[in-house]
């Protein structure tokens, strides 16, 4: 989920990294950013998110409640400044959702939670690997959760391939609901080098991710360690050594329960 909350000025090429791990952060005072205040100025916002033209939109007020778009951008503008805007993207679109001062956006609503086991799913890689509960046997895995029309995704290719050069004994996957081509043009422009499992939009809704990117550590008995959005990489200036702590933490606390 991408958030819109105050905070100090960027560069574009620390805005840039920081969106890498943008589950909540502020773009209202960032460098070429700012909130719209009417819906004349959505497209360039939206643009500069790396949100696709012709993405489905919702407009939605502090409690959820859908509002039309110029009701949304008429309460935004009255609040002269004191409302942000929380960004969410899932499968079915894109919604902004007013935000009073001091909230923090909810976290995405996953289907599954720490201890739970993985439901059933058949994967195949662009290299036609098989992936299913079956092959998770054995090792850990890291999941990431990404789409080629997410750039928070794009920012992150580097710190996933960082990571896949720190931690071999990995097991690693990139899942997205993108179809083949699309996700063979995103390795080849962006340099991906995890295995990457395409058209997992069943897999993606049985686990309940609506929020990209995210992560999911899964156990070697193919249970949940952790999934979600991991908040505290956003500002990092090494996010590489910090997802690989975050992944030894959890291994090590998974592993202290048996």
């Known amino acids: 989920m991408i958030s819109v909350h105050h905070f100090r000025p960027l560069r574009p090429a620390a805005l840039l990294a920081a ?26 916002f939206l643009a500069a998110l790396g949100v696709p033209a012709q993405t489905p ?44 001062p001091g909230r923090r956006p909810d976290t995405a609503r996953f289907k599954v939670s720490a201890g739970d086991a993985v439901p059933g799913f058949s994967l195949r890689s662009l290299d036609q690997a098989a992936l299913s509960p079956d092959t998770l046997k054995g090792r850990y895995t890291l999941m990431s959760f990404y789409f080629a029309g ?22 690693l996957a990139a899942v997205t609901f993108d179809d083949e081509a699309t996700s063979r043009r995103f390795v080849q422009d962006h340099g991906l080098r995890w295995p990457v499992y395409p058209q997992a939009k069943p897999f993606l809704q049985s686990l309940g991710v609506n929020s990209f990117p995210a992560f999911a550590l899964l156990s070697p008995e193919g249970k949940v360690v952790s999934i979600g959005p991991l908040h505290e990489l956003q500002r990092s200036e090494k996010p590489v050594e910090l997802l690989q702590r975050w992944v030894q933490e959890q291994i090590a606390r998974d592993a202290g329960k048996t």
Not at 83 to 97: D, E, F, N, R, Y
Not at 154 to 171: S, T
Request: proline share 8%; hydrophobic share 45%.
């Open 150 to 171: 997410c750039a928070p995704c794009v920012a992150e290719v580097p710190v996933l391939n960082g990571l896949q050069a720190r931690m071999p004994e990995l097991r």
């Open 19 to 44: 969106l890498a791990f943008s589950a909540t952060m502020n773009l209202a005072q960032a460098a070429g950013f700012s909130l719209p205040q009417a819906a004349a100025e959505e497209p360039a």
């Open 57 to 100: 939109l919702r407009y939605q007020d502090e409690d959820g409640r859908d509002l039309p778009r110029e009701a949304f951008y008429q309460r935004l503008k009255a609040a002269e400044g004191k409302l942000s805007v929380a960004i969410s993207k899932s499968t079915q679109g894109v919604a902004l959702q007013l935000q009073p």
